[in-house]
């Protein structure tokens, strides 16, 4: 029986318990329905069950907003170890996009206390004030 996880979420051991125990549809529910914790440990789960009845989950839970979730669902994807083409090769393209991403956040990190020189047109306005300051310093006759 499955019972709602918006009122209580499983912890660890318990993800545990249904792992070693082969419950791989609570995994499944967890990994839909779950907090992203819940969700990680839910994918990491079924990967180590290794059954191939939960490649639909996984492949669901691989479009996730948290990046880790998508993550663990890759890493699950890669030990249930899928023998089709199509498979493997949508895994290959979003660990390449994975890593991609984490290059870029690195480089943006470090520019991040850098402070670039760029050049500034000169506006008529600006020019136009300046002049009306000067004028304004000019005393009045």
Known sequence: MLFRLNFVQPSARTIRLWMYTDDVEKLEYALKHGNYKTRV???????????????????????????????AALNALELIGCDDELVSTIIQKRFNWVKEKRENDKKREANKGKKHKIYRWERASKKSFDRVK????????
Do not use: C, H, W
């Open 134 to 141: 000067e004028q304004l310093k000019r005393p009045i006759r």
């Open 41 to 71: 440990l839910a994918a990491d789960a079924l990967g180590k069950t290794g059954y191939t009845s939960s490649i639909p989950v996984l492949f669901e839970a691989m479009n996730d907003k948290i990046q880790s979730v998508s993550i």
